[in-house]
C-alpha cells in the first residue's frame, strides 16, 4: 500500500535553518492532510493539518503546504530547534470526519546544534 | 492535557494465547480506533469505533480481532488466538471534532 509516502527515511538540519518534509500521495480521493511527530516510546502527536480546500496552513514555527495538482504536500519548519529531532508521518484520509487515517513510513528528522 | 492512556506498555504472550490491549479514552471524545506498527513498517489503521459500534475496520481486523467499550471509559482490542505476526506495537485513539489523539501504544511481542 504505497498511498502515501515519504521519499525521505531521513533527514539532517542544522538548528536555526529550515527543515522540509515532504510527502506525496496518489489517492485522488484524499481531501485532508496531517502531519503527526513520534518520539521514541510514545505515541504519534498531531502537529498541524490541511484540508484540499487550502494550499497552506501555519501555526507557529510549522507551516504546510499542499500542491492538489501535484499530490505533493509538505512540512516547513523555521527556525529548527533541537526539540524537533524525532519521526515526522504524513497522513491522509477521504475526508475529515473519516480519520481512518493512511500514514507514509515517516522521515526521521535529526536538528544538529 | 487529557490524553490517551494505554496499558500494559508491553505485553510478552505465547503463540496461541488470548491477549486484551487496554485504552482510557479522552473523556469526551466519541470517536475511537486502533492502529498498529510492526517494527520497520508504517502505522496502520485497524479499526474505528462510534455509538457502541465498528464503524470501519481494515481487511487486518479479521476474526481473530475484537473491540469492546465495556464501560464509560475504557476501550479494549482483543486478539483470540496470537500469531507471530500479530507482534507489533498497538496504538489506541480517540478523537471528537479534532484530530487523533494516539496513547504511547502496547508493545506486544509474540513468541
Known amino acids: 500500500d504505497q498511498q502515501v509516502k515519504q521519499n525521505s527515511p531521513s533527514l539532517s538540519v542544522q538548528e536555526g535553518r529550515i527543515s522540509i518534509l515532504n510527502c506525496d500521495y496518489t489517492?485522488?480521493?484524499?481531501?485532508?492532510f496531517l502531519w503527526y511527530k513520534k518520539y521514541p516510546a510514545e505515541g504519534p502527536t498531531f502537529l498541524i493539518s490541511?484540508?484540499?480546500?487550502?494550499d497552506k496552513n501555519e501555526d507557529g514555527r510549522f507551516t504546510v503546504f499542499l500542491n492538489k495538482s501535484a499530490k505533493h504536500l509538505s512540512l516547513h519548519i523555521v527556525p529548527s530547534q533541537p526539540g524537533d529531532s524525532a519521526v515526522y508521518f504524513c497522513?491522509?484520509?477521504?475526508?475529515?470526519?473519516?480519520?481512518?487515517?493512511?500514514f507514509g513510513q515517516g522521515t526521521r528528522l535529526t536538528i544538529n546544534p | 492535557e487529557p490524553e490517551v492512556t494505554q496499558t500494559p506498555s508491553h505485553q510478552v504472550t505465547q503463540m496461541g494465547q488470548e491477549v486484551i490491549l487496554r485504552c482510557v479514552p479522552i473523556?469526551?471524545?466519541?470517536?475511537f480506533y486502533w492502529y498498529r506498527q510492526i517494527l520497520g513498517q508504517k502505522v496502520e489503521f485497524l479499526v474505528s469505533?462510534?455509538?457502541?459500534?465498528?464503524?470501519?475496520k481494515s481487511e487486518i481486523f479479521d476474526d481473530q480481532f475484537s473491540v469492546e467499550r465495556p464501560d464509560g471509559s475504557n476501550f479494549t482490542l482483543k486478539i483470540r488466538s496470537t500469531k507471530l505476526e500479530d507482534s507489533a506495537m498497538y496504538f489506541c485513539?480517540?478523537?471528537?471534532?479534532?484530530?487523533?489523539?494516539f496513547g504511547n501504544g502496547t508493545r506486544l511481542t509474540v513468541t
Open positions: 490541511i484540508s484540499s480546500i487550502k
Open positions: 485513539a480517540s478523537s471528537g471534532d479534532s484530530p487523533l489523539h
Open positions: 469505533f462510534y455509538n457502541n459500534e465498528i464503524s470501519e
Open positions: 473523556s469526551n471524545h466519541l470517536y
Open positions: 497522513a491522509a484520509s477521504a475526508y475529515k470526519g473519516a480519520q481512518k487515517l493512511v
Open positions: 489517492n485522488s480521493m484524499f481531501d485532508y
